[in-house]
C-alpha cells in the first residue's frame, strides 16, 4: 500500500538495494513465552537489524498508576535508540512476525520522542521471508552509536485527566480498541475491573487489517472511521496502551491529524476508584 507510515517488502527492498541507510528493528514478541523475541531473531532476522527486547525496553514494571505496560523515561528510551545507531533524522523500519501491536508500539514511542522517518513493515518477517527476501541468523552487528536527542511530543500522548475531561463530553473522541467481549464487560481476562471507559466507542484495532493480516488502504480506513470527525481530537486506549497503538497509526493513515495515546490505558483508568465504568454494547462500532 502506498503510505507514510506502513511500507512494503517490495517498496523497503527497493530502498535497501537503492543503498539507502534504513535502521531496521526486529521487535517479535509472545506475552506467553518471554524467551521467544530473542530466539526467533538469533534464528533469523533481516540483514542488518537490531533486535529490541519488547517488555524490557518499551514498558517499564508497572505501579499504583500507570497501567501495565507503562512508558519509559524518554531520556531511557533516547539512550536505547542512540546505542543502535539510531537518531531523530534516522530512517527506522520496525517489524515483527506480521502485523500487531509490537511494531506500532515501536513506531509510536519513536514518533513521540520526536523521530519522523518511521515504518512499520507490512506483514513483517513472515511476508519477509514468503517473498524470499533474505534472512542472516545469530547475534547483530554493532553500529556506530549516535545521540538521540529526545523531543517529546505533548500532542501524541493524553493523561487520565484529559481522558476524565473526554469521558465527560469535553470534546475529545475516544476510541477504546480492545474486542467486543472486553469493551462490553463480558470478559476480562487481564484487568481486575471489566467494562470501557464511559463514551468510548469500540473500534477493535485487528479491524485495521485486511483477511489476510495486510494493512488496510488509508481509503479502507478513512470508511471505517467515517463516524468520527477528522477536524476533532481523539484519544486511544486499550488494556495497557499497547494494542491502541496500531489504531493510533490506522487513524494517521486514514488522515486524521489530532490523535492521543493514553497511555495508561484502561489498567489506568481503573486504577483510580474514583472513576466510572461503563459496561455493555450501545457504543460498539
Known amino acids: 500500500m502506498s503510505s507514510t507510515n506502513v511500507v512494503s517488502v517490495e517498496q523497503l527492498r527497493s530502498r535497501l538495494e537503492g543503498g539507502e541507510r534504513i535502521a531496521l528493528l526486529d521487535v517479535r514478541f509472545n ?30 514494571p508497572a505501579q499504583e498508576h500507570g497501567g501495565r505496560s507503562p ?5 531511557r528510551l533516547a539512550a536505547l535508540f542512540g546505542s543502535l545507531g539510531i537518531d531523530r533524522e534516522t530512517a527506522v523500519v ?16 519513536l514518533r513521540y520522542l520526536g523521530a519522523e522517518r518511521v515504518q512499520v513493515l507490512d506483514g513483517g518477517y513472515s511476508a519477509w521471508t514468503a517473498a524470499g527476501g ?12 549516535r545521540e538521540f536527542v529526545p523531543s517529546p511530543r505533548a500532542d501524541w500522548l493524553a493523561g487520565v485527566e484529559e481522558v476524565r475531561r473526554a ?3 469535553g470534546g475529545a473522541k475516544l476510541v477504546d480498541s480492545r474486542d467486543a467481549a472486553q469493551f462490553s464487560g463480558r470478559e476480562a481476562p487481564f484487568d481486575p475491573v471489566a467494562g470501557h471507559i464511559p463514551g468510548a466507542s469500540n473500534y477493535f484495532w485487528k479491524d485495521a487489517l485486511e483477511a489476510d493480516g495486510a494493512w488496510k488502504s488509508p481509503e479502507q480506513l478513512r470508511e471505517r472511521f467515517a463516524d468520527l470527525p477528522q477536524s476533532g481530537e481523539i484519544i486511544v486506549y486499550c488494556g495497557s496502551g499497547i494494542s491502541a497503538t496500531p489504531n493510533v497509526l490506522a487513524l494517521q493513515e486514514a488522515g486524521y491529524e489530532n490523535v492521543k495515546l493514553y497511555a495508561g490505558s484502561w489498567s489506568d483508568w481503573i486504577s483510580y476508584s474514583e472513576n466510572p465504568v461503563a459496561v455493555g454494547d450501545e457504543e460498539k462500532i
Open 31 to 60: 506475552p506467553k513465552e518471554p524467551a521467544y523475541g530473542r530466539e526467533a531473531y538469533t534464528k533469523g532476522h533481516l540483514p542488518g537489524a537490531a533486535f529490541i527486547d519488547f517488555k524490557a525496553d518499551l514498558t517499564d
Open 71 to 75: 512508558l519509559p523515561a524518554p531520556e
Open 94 to 109: 520496525a517489524y515483527e512476525d506480521g502485523n500487531g501491536p509490537a511494531a506500532s508500539r515501536l513506531w509510536w514511542v
Open 134 to 145: 533474505a534472512v542472516e541468523a545469530g547475534p547483530a552487528g554493532v553500529a556506530a552509536p
Open 167 to 169: 469521558s465527560a463530553g
